[in-house]
């Protein structure tokens, strides 16, 4: 594979001029080289989801461990926050209870610590923006490149109000994992896949956070309407649920997405649950007819 | 537009305590481009002499360094839309009309300036003029903007409205434009705040709007405005969501702020006339901020008039149980746009407090933010024991209810007319006009509460009965619906889906 970090070419770094920085500028990004090794292996990339916290911050370390064990590729670690607009009701629920327990921002640096710890798998956080700007845009970075994280989704973020953000993670390293929509025009596509590092993450239908039924085949188009935009990884999430969604969409995009359903399963049954259900997930990343089990 | 900012967002400070860093202490200026003299919070009437450019007009999307858009990618396009429509219409003869006309032969304005002779004996002996919103139709200031929003969205092709609302003024209020405009309307609404206003959800549902308890959270407006916010995103292309103050995410601050100018221009015009000359303070209250917006508009540009808004102080600033998001909040990003926030050490929203269902919301509009920096306005709290005194004050010296929200604007006033007039021979010197931003109908029950007239357990369980009954006809309109409309069919599943 080549090793080009970015999703774009347009976006090449300029190593060199943060010399003091701890991290290296130009360094590869760790959500790229995660999807490549699945693209190696002929297969898309599982990207598995949950809050930060819930219930408490060593279930969170071990059920990330257990993702990458199970199939994650990579791993994305919520932050519960108060006003969660882009999430329905059972992430809600769960990262509500996560803040009753007594969750901290800062804890989130000691889980993505304890899963790099323990596995190869890249290790995003997804955030409310908030939360960032309050510990300050530099040092949530800072500490989140010390922890071996490998960058941030950011659900209500868009490159025109991201200055601090690509200055901060261009500092450290990090990924910028902007989010597309299908009601994303091609002015607003080519922005953000030039804003994003890592790879661009697709909604795939117009909604929140949720298990649904069918996915929508509005996310194909706009998987390939962001790649002629210049991305050169989309992943797809929202909505969905089961293996067989997965076998769906790893057909066309280069990553899937799962989230609430995993929550429901670390709800319902803890970290074997999850496990399980992880297990299951990764089984449809192979194309129909190849699996050998 | 040709409205020149005093100062940029590149030269703003403000910015300098962006990340959560403490504010820059009391009195201090912190606009480059005001003079040493000018700028300070506690004094905010004395900066603009020395300034130049209009405050008036001011088009966003930032405000300073306040403002923008911080909201989830798939909301950005109807954003968009929304302030490209807005853009022409407001330039458009047909749509002025359509506005004026409505404003005029539906809500009834021009509202009055009415002098309050005898509540202005409490006040220093100044002057004191009431802009009588609380006259319009349904009740408040809210009127004007649902009426200009719910045009802007039968213009895009929209079927839908929805809405947040807090004390019930604005949900009745879209419900209102949203039956006189054949749209169909949805209303989010905290379950606490349907508590408390039960009366203006069996307005709503009167007026044939579904209303929605919103159980989430502090079950209070912010609550009330993620859920749709969610609602949003799901049904973006049949729906306009019809925020209901001068906040969220670049247009709705200064589209708010443009349907509200009227309250502003009106109130300029009549106390001129009245009197002769300008006032020496506008005072207002500010939850979103919505009517103070509005008037403050007036008189943006008139260096000599002091402007005063008013916040929730709830059982008092010192309690942390307050809504006083400017005096005490940090800057943040909630709901779209950056401004001052209740927020705690991680970025958490604080949940805010108030009598007032109205001012209980943790922030406030951008522009308001940029107002108090740059000192061009004072903003104080005012706490529920301060406003229901100045509540009963107006009931028994000028026979007017108001609502509790405006009642923060009424004791204000008080506590400026005393200042102003302390060192003046004739008081009557110093005018003062107070927008009277609703009327206390909705609050009868709150205030009755308050002042003993009623046992306020029989009223909270009539309030919970009516809350319950509210949740079933909401959750049957839904499940009936959900083999009805593609929007509703969407709604229901989004909401049983998960």
């Not at chain 1, 790229?32 to 969170?60: E, F, M």
């Not at chain 1, 791993?75 to 209870?97: H, K, L, R």
């Not at chain 1, 530099?138 to 500490?143: A, L």
Request: net charge negative; charged share 20%; proline share 5%.
């Amino acid at each position: 594979m080549t090793v080009d970090p970015n999703v774009s070419g347009s976006t090449a770094e300029t190593p060199g001029t943060e010399s003091s920085s701890p991290e290296t500028p130009g360094a590869p990004s760790k959500s790229a080289a995660a999807i490549d090794r699945a693209r190696a292996q002929g297969r898309a990339a599982l990207i598995c989801y949950i809050p930060a916290g819930y219930p408490d911050v060593q279930t969170t370390i071990d059920a990330g461990i257990a993702l990458a064990r199970n199939g994650a590729d990579l791993i994305e670690i919520g932050i519960p926050y108060s006003d969660p607009v882009m999430d329905g009701s059972v992430i809600q629920a769960a990262t509500t209870e996560a803040i009753a327990n007594g969750f901290r921002v800062s804890s989130i640096f000691d889980i993505v610590a304890g899963i790099t710890a323990a596995t190869d798998a890249a290790v995003l956080v997804m955030t409310y923006w908030n939360p960032v700007l309050r510990l300050g845009v530099d040092e949530f970075s800072r500490r989140l490149a010390a922890a071996g994280g490998a960058g941030l989704i950011t659900p209500d973020l868009i490159p025109e109000e991201a200055s601090q953000w690509l200055e901060a993670s261009q500092k450290y390293g990090l990924d910028r994992v902007f989010l597309v929509a299908p009601s994303s025009t091609p002015e607003r596509l080519a922005r953000t896949v030039e804003a994003s590092r890592g790879f661009v993450y697709a909604v795939s239908i117009m909604g929140v956070t949720g298990t649904r039924t069918a996915v929508s085949s509005t996310a194909e188009q706009l998987v390939a309407d962001t790649r002629a935009a210049g991305a050169a990884r989309v992943c797809v999430g929202l909505g969905v649920s089961n293996a067989d969604q997965v076998r769906e969409i790893a057909g066309y995009a280069d990553g899937v997405i799962v989230g609430t359903a995993l929550v429901a399963a670390l709800r319902d049954g803890g970290v074997p649950a999850l496990a399980d259900l992880t297990t299951d997930l990764s089984s449809g990343l192979l194309p129909a007819g190849t699996e050998a089990h | 537009m040709a409205t020149t900012p005093a100062a940029s967002p590149q030269d703003h400070p403000a910015d300098a305590f962006l990340s959560g860093a403490t504010r820059p202490a009391e009195g201090t200026s912190i606009d480059a481009a005001a003079g040493p003299d000018t700028g300070t919070r506690a004094d905010g009437a004395a900066g603009p002499a020395a300034r130049t450019g209009s405050f008036r007009h001011a088009a966003g999307p930032y405000f300073g360094s306040y403002g923008g858009r911080w909201m989830p990618e798939s909301l950005i396009a109807a954003l968009d839309e929304l302030e490209e429509t807005f853009e022409k219409a407001k330039v458009d003869p047909d749509f002025l009309a359509q506005i004026a006309d409505l404003n005029k032969n539906y809500s009834g304005r021009p509202s009055l300036l009415t002098e309050a002779k005898r509540f202005a004996l409490h006040a220093g002996g100044a002057r004191i003029f009431l802009k009588r919103e609380d006259l319009n139709h349904t009740g408040s200031h809210k009127i004007n903007n649902v009426l200009g929003q719910a045009l802007l969205a039968k213009r895009m092709g929209k079927t839908r409205v929805i809405a947040e609302t807090g004390a019930g003024q604005h949900g009745v209020a879209s419900a209102t434009a949203a039956a006189l405009l054949g749209l169909e309307c949805v209303v989010y609404m905290g379950a606490e705040d349907c508590r408390r206003q039960a009366l203006n959800v069996a307005r709503m549902q009167l007026l044939g709007a579904t209303v929605i308890p919103v159980t989430n959270g502090s079950q209070t407006l912010k609550d009330a405005i993620n859920e749709a916010l969610r609602d949003w995103v799901a049904n973006v292309d049949s729906t306009h969501y019809l925020l209901g103050t001068a906040a969220g995410a670049h247009p709705f601050p200064a589209m708010v702020r443009f349907f509200h100018e009227v309250i502003g221009e009106e109130a300029r015009a009549q106390i001129l006339e009245q009197t002769g000359r300008l006032p020496d303070a506008v005072c207002a209250c500010i939850g979103g901020g919505s009517n103070a917006i509005g008037i403050f508009h007036g008189f943006l540009d008139d260096p000599s008039v002091r402007l005063y808004g008013f916040e929730a102080g709830g059982d008092g600033v010192e309690t942390g149980r307050h809504a006083a998001t400017i005096t005490l909040g940090r800057p943040g990003v909630l709901h779209g746009a950056r401004s001052y926030l209740m927020q705690d050490e991680d970025g958490q929203t604080v949940e805010s407090h108030s009598i007032s269902a109205g001012l209980d919301y943790p922030g406030v509009g951008p522009e308001h933010a940029y107002l108090a920096d740059i000192g061009r306005v004072s903003y104080e709290p005012i706490t529920d024991a301060e406003a229901m005194d100045a509540f009963q004050l107006l009931c028994r010296t000028e026979g007017i209810i108001p609502a509790i929200e405006s009642a923060h604007a009424l004791a204000g006033a008080i506590k400026v007319g005393q200042r102003l007039t302390a060192d003046q021979a004739d008081p009557a010197e110093t005018i003062i006009v107070i927008n009277l931003s609703g009327r206390g109908d909705k609050d009868v029950e709150t205030a009755a509460a308050w002042f003993d007239l009623i046992d306020a357990e029989t009223a909270a369980e009539a309030s919970a009965e009516a809350v319950i009954r509210a949740a079933d006809t909401a959750a049957d309109q839904v499940s009936a619906a959900a083999s009805g409309t593609p929007s509703h069919a969407a709604e229901a599943n989004r909401r049983n889906g998960k």
